[in-house]
């Protein structure tokens, strides 16, 4: 399998299919480059060539008990563009992957990056503090801690159903979806999992969303349980500098697997815009 080594020996694992101009996926916690199936099949057979990696701790990378922080995520991203040489990609990223999309092109620049998207994603910063009176109260992120040092396998069997709005009125639950979340969960490190959820939780990336100078599209649905859009997309559609902001009414947080025929449609439109 494809494995580029990074500076302190990590082996990150990516999917690399196609031709064309390149689009780079980065994946929500606790998941891998395989919650992008519905992307990249997609963007594959439009003539793009589609990348996807697992985050350190993640999926088939190295399990690291080190790295496992926002500014370490992207020099592993880094070094993925280096070694696959990218140029003109498109950089798209889903909850904590938009994290990730946002601290890579603040820290590495935008040479090798024309546009980059932002999904359900957790910027500028999801804790409250007196800088940030509307986020989610530290609390929060300590029960997630909680919960997921006593019972990981459970917790991963509870999280899809807000993540896909399965638990609201009416939802048509998919248990194949369910199970493929639990999976991609269960494949990566409890540890690296722990870590990151003060990663994509209490990291500001307010500087590095005002770096962003190429055309940046941010997507949100306005029923999303787990990264609430007023304090997310809304805040981040002001930072960067060429925003296009778009609400979906009644969407949740998994929506790129929910409503693909949504979703995709309206990344390829912006991509070829």
């Known amino acids: 399998m494809p494995y580029v080594t990074t500076a302190d020996g990590t082996e990150i694992f990516y999917k690399d299919w196609g031709s064309g101009q390149p689009i780079v996926f980065s994946h929500g916690w606790p998941l891998s480059a395989d919650d992008w199936d519905g992307?990249?099949?997609?963007?594959?057979?439009?003539?793009?060539?589609?990348?996807?990696?697992?985050?350190?701790?993640?999926?088939?990378?190295?399990?690291?008990?080190?790295?496992?922080?926002?500014?370490?995520?992207?020099?592993?991203?880094?070094?993925?563009?280096?070694?696959?040489?990218?140029?003109?990609?498109?950089?798209?990223?889903?909850?904590?992957?938009?994290?990730?999309?946002?601290?890579?092109?603040?820290?590495?620049?935008?040479?090798?990056?024309?546009?980059?998207?932002?999904?359900?994603?957790?910027?500028?910063?999801?804790?409250?503090?007196?800088?940030?009176?509307?986020?989610?109260?530290?609390?929060?992120?300590?029960?997630?801690?909680?919960?997921?040092?006593?019972?990981?396998?459970?917790?991963?069997?509870?999280?899809?159903?807000?993540?896909?709005?399965?638990?609201?009125?009416?939802?048509?639950?998919?248990?194949?979806?369910?199970?493929?979340?639990?999976?991609?969960?269960?494949?990566?490190?409890?540890?690296?999992?722990?870590?990151?959820i003060k990663a994509f939780s209490e990291t500001d990336f307010t500087g590095d969303l005002k770096k962003i100078d190429i055309p940046c599209l941010i997507l949100h649905g306005d029923d999303d349980q787990i990264v609430p859009y007023q304090d997310a997309a809304l805040l981040s559609a002001k930072l960067v500098q060429q925003p296009t902001l778009k609400i979906y009414p009644g969407f949740p947080h998994g929506m790129c697997t929910t409503h693909p025929e949504v979703i995709n449609p309206d990344l390829l439109a912006f991509i070829k815009g």
Not at 93 to 102: C, K, N, Q
Not at 150 to 163: G, S
Request: proline share 4%.
């Open 39 to 196: 992307q990249m099949l997609f963007f594959q057979q439009a003539g793009y060539r589609v990348i996807a990696h697992d985050r350190r701790g993640h999926g088939r990378s190295s399990q690291t008990a080190t790295g496992n922080e926002m500014d370490t995520y992207a020099d592993d991203l880094a070094a993925l563009f280096e070694r696959l040489d990218l140029k003109d990609a498109v950089m798209i990223g889903h909850s904590t992957g938009g994290g990730e999309v946002a601290r890579y092109l603040g820290r590495h620049g935008t040479a090798r990056v024309a546009k980059a998207v932002l999904i359900g994603a957790v910027p500028p910063v999801m804790v409250k503090s007196d800088a940030n009176p509307g986020g989610l109260p530290i609390e929060v992120f300590d029960g997630f801690r909680t919960q997921l040092a006593a019972n990981r396998a459970q917790m991963y069997k509870d999280v899809p159903f807000p993540f896909y709005g399965y638990n609201r009125d009416g939802a048509t639950i998919s248990q194949g979806i369910m199970d493929h979340w639990w999976l991609q969960g269960m494949t990566g490190s409890v540890l690296a999992h722990y870590e990151c």
